[in-house]
């Protein structure tokens, strides 16, 4: 079993910047992959940035140049960086531990969660 707690987040204004970070700790043997995750009101969960593994990163196009993810593997931890915020940012920010085992995932895969942390961009 894998818990994450994030923390950081909070409100800011168009423009500024907050950072968000993550930790895990458990069974984290089958983790392959860590990431955030948004949800904003009537929307459904999207993906924000991830780092597998290979310590590779992928953004969503609607962040590119403005977010910045970081995985420290050593502390277990992971950590993103939002600069220049937009009122669209604004949502419920998850972070996720994605567990893997077998050849392409085919014993099991499961997605962990944490408790999200809010972000809020409004002037």
């Known amino acids: 079993q894998v818990q994450l707690v994030e923390s950081g987040g909070g409100s800011v204004q168009p423009g500024g910047s907050l950072s968000l970070s993550c930790a895990a700790s458990g069974s984290l043997g089958d983790v392959n992959a860590m990431g955030w995750y948004r949800q904003a009101p009537g929307k459904q969960r999207e993906l924000v940035a991830t780092?597998?593994?290979?310590?590779?990163?992928t953004y969503a196009d609607s962040v590119k140049g403005r977010f910045t993810i970081s995985r420290d593997f050593a502390k277990n931890t992971l950590s993103l960086q939002m600069i220049s915020l937009k009122p669209e940012d604004t949502a419920l920010y998850y972070c996720?531990?994605?567990?893997?085992?077998?050849?392409?995932?085919?014993?099991?895969?499961?997605?962990?969660w944490g408790q999200g942390t809010r972000v809020t961009v409004s002037s």
């Open positions: 996720n531990a994605h567990e893997c085992a077998g050849y392409r995932c085919s014993y099991y895969e499961f997605d962990n």
């Open positions: 780092v597998p593994n290979d310590g590779s990163a």
